[in-house]
């Protein structure tokens, strides 16, 4: 059975918000790890699509930055950065610690993305 998970409350210093914290360092100062509850990640696989594709093989050939491809990562980092948060929330975890990417690519046309961490409880010091 998890542990009630702590309610934000604004006026709290070192209260947890709503959202699960999320940190790439393995410990938060305001808060104290209670327990580990495991590996949590989110993955997504994404294509370009047909159209933006064109768009952005022409960009490309005058040099600089592809803002197809750019908006293209940024949202399935997102979108994958949201899936590992609801995996960490259905082991039990309130906070994620030791978040990191990974990418690779599948054949020519697609881009798979993991977000992935430790799901931890978290309370006050």
Same mark, same amino acid.
């Given at each position: 059975?998890?542990?009630? $998970?702590? $309610? ?6 070192? %209260?947890?918000? *709503? ?7 393995? #410990?938060?100062? #305001?808060?104290? !790890? $209670?327990?580990? !509850? ?23 050939? %005058?040099?600089? #930055? +592809?803002?197809?491809?750019? #908006? ?23 906070? !994620? ?7 690779? *690519?599948?054949? $020519?046309?697609?881009? *798979?993305? +993991?977000?992935?961490?430790?799901? +931890? !409880? +978290?309370?006050?010091?």
């Amino acid at each position: 059975m998890s542990e009630p $998970q702590p $309610q934000y409350d604004a006026r709290s210093p070192g %209260a947890l918000p *709503e959202s699960i914290p999320v940190t790439t360092t393995f #410990e938060f100062p #305001e808060w104290r !790890v $209670q327990r580990y !509850v495991g590996t949590c990640f989110g993955l997504v696989v994404r294509s370009m699509g047909a159209i933006k594709g064109i768009g952005a093989a022409f960009k490309s050939l %005058a040099g600089g #930055e +592809v803002s197809q491809y750019t #908006e293209l990562l940024e949202d399935s980092r997102r979108h994958a950065m949201d899936r590992m948060i609801e995996n960490a929330r259905i082991m039990g975890g309130n906070a !994620v610690i030791g978040m990191r990417f990974d990418s690779s *690519e599948i054949g $020519q046309s697609l881009t *798979e993305i +993991v977000a992935y961490g430790t799901a +931890v !409880v +978290v309370g006050p010091q």
